[in-house]
């Protein structure tokens, strides 16, 4: 059961890799192998990848983290993160978003987010963050 999580998140990190791609066969796939908590998560994190890279001029974001800073709220359908942060170009910046998705967790609804300041590599370990 573990290798199957492994698998399902690194699916879901290369599919995270192309935003601007809609969600393929495969990665619905992937996502409904999570448990819905895991899913809901994922799926809001994919979701804030599109949109930096749709809507922030200069971001390319590659990979986000929903609870560097502070762990995400759930409630329902509705995930809290406002201690998150991504990688774009090999920065870290923060980030903070509410996600609503659908009862199964794969449609997101409403997504609303903003970005915030980079995080200085110094800060990187302390953080577990990497390049």
């Not at 996502?31 to 994190?45: G, H, P, S, T």
């Not at 983290?65 to 201690?83: C, H, M, R, S, W």
Request: a positive charge; hydrophobic letters at 40%; glycine letters at 6%.
């Amino acid at each position: 059961m573990k290798n199957k999580k492994i698998l399902a998140l690194a699916a879901l990190a290369l599919a995270a890799a192309f935003p601007a791609q809609a969600l393929d066969s495969s990665v619905l796939r992937q996502l409904k192998a999570l448990d819905i908590a895991e899913r809901r998560e994922q799926r809001c994190d994919m979701e804030a990848m599109a949109r930096i890279a749709r809507e922030q001029q200069g971001y390319r974001p590659d990979k986000v983290i929903a609870y560097t800073f502070a762990d995400p709220v759930e409630k329902g359908n509705l995930v809290q993160a406002p201690g998150a942060v991504f990688r774009s170009r090999g920065d870290w910046y923060r980030l903070k978003f509410k996600c609503e998705t659908g009862e199964r967790g794969l449609k997101v609804h409403s997504f609303k987010y903003k970005v915030g300041d980079k995080v200085p590599r110094e800060e990187w370990e302390r953080y577990y963050l990497y390049d």
